[in-house]
């Protein structure tokens, strides 16, 4: 029998993992870990140093990507260490803090989801009101209370689950942090989190996709010839395919997270070193890779700032006024 603190008559036994299977699977999470970190943050640096996607959209994508950066640089890790053999070596204060950081990450992902989901449907279905509406400015205000909302639902969410503090913390061993979650804070979790903010941003694309077909028809009904009016047709078919190409993203999301609420609702008591927690929390930690893919693949811009940084060209003087793409293309 091994233990994870051998000098501690109280430490908790250690659970030894070993063989090639093992070794593959912590050889694999640890390669997405490094790919999560590595591409959100080629999409934090692209959106915060070229001045050309200074956008209240592009905003809320560098919201969405710091999210998922802090779930590839620290939720990761942290899992992928408890899967190894199951001892926490980092004591109370660090399990605490670890969890308020899973869960602020998590949290402030659908927080930015719905965001985006508002910032699109407003650019539809009022395209002429939008920039005057949506700013820096006021997204900036947005994203800052999203976090602060989460910061604080979590916050309130350990304290009533007696895991906020080190005093509150109850283990049957040391070397172990695991937190109980109780089946009330189950519902509410996912009532709040889940199941209000999935079905606004149903709805809202729901009426994206129906404005955009709309306007799609229109603009094929116009005669060709005129400037302005092919104009409006580059600029409605450059929103449409922004509402697409994020309606993706929030299919990925459902995809990856449907799961865990469903699992996590059938049990009385949820435990974070239960299977369903660590199953489908790695594959809730794959969609924070799975975004950046996605940008990759349907944004031009996103693929020419790639380019510009791999060659070190953001290091030139004024290279943050580098024009990605033509304006409304």
């Known amino acids: 029998i091994e233990y994870c603190f051998p000098d501690n008559n109280a430490s908790c036994r250690k659970a030894v993992r070993s063989g ?25 640096i692209s959106i915060s140093h070229f001045k050309q996607l200074h956008t ?33 070596y980092l004591g109370k204060i ?26 699109r449907y407003m650019a ?8 005057s509406r949506v700013t820096i400015c006021k997204t900036s205000v947005c994203i ?35 937190v109980l979650v109780r089946y009330p804070w189950v519902i509410s979790g996912t009532v709040i989190f ?27 009904a116009v005669a060709n010839g005129n400037l302005n009016k092919r104009a409006g047709k580059v600029s409605s078919s450059s929103e449409t395919k922004a509402a697409k190409t994020l309606g993706i993203v929030i299919t990925v999301y459902f995809t990856f997270w449907i799961p865990f609420y469903l699992s996590s609702m ?16 790695f594959l809730m930690c794959i969609n924070s890779s799975v975004n950046p893919l996605i940008y990759a693949i349907f944004y031009p811009w996103f693929r ?6 791999v060659n070190c060209r953001i290091f030139e003087t004024s290279s943050s006024r580098l024009k990605l793409y033509r304006e409304h293309s």
């Open 20 to 44: 090639p299977g093992n070794t593959f699977l912590f050889v694999f999470l640890s390669c997405i870990s490094v790919c999560t970190v590595i591409l959100n943050l080629l999409v934090i």
């Open 194 to 220: 889940f199941i209000v903010p999935c079905s606004v941003i149903l709805i809202l694309y729901s009426i994206i996709f129906h404005v955009a077909l709309r306007q799609a028809k229109a603009v094929r």
């Open 304 to 309: 020419t700032s790639v380019r510009y940084i």
């Open 94 to 119: 660090t399990c605490s803090i670890s969890e308020i950081i899973i869960g602020l990450s998590v949290l402030a992902s659908l927080c930015n989801l719905v965001f985006i989901a508002v910032d």
């Open 124 to 131: 539809i279905t009022d395209p002429l009101f939008y920039s």
């Open 266 to 281: 059938s049990v009385k008591n949820l435990t974070t070193a239960s299977m369903v927690w660590t199953v489908f929390g």
């Open 56 to 88: 209240p959209t592009n905003l809320l994508i560098l919201s969405l990507a710091a999210a998922d950066l802090l779930v590839g640089m620290f939720v990761m890790p942290v899992k992928i260490m408890q899967l190894s053999d199951s001892c926490w």
């Open 144 to 178: 800052l209370l999203g976090w602060s909302i989460c910061l604080f639902y979590i916050i309130i969410f350990m304290y009533f689950n007696d895991h906020l503090t080190p005093s509150q913390i109850s283990t049957s061993c040391y070397g172990e942090c695991v």
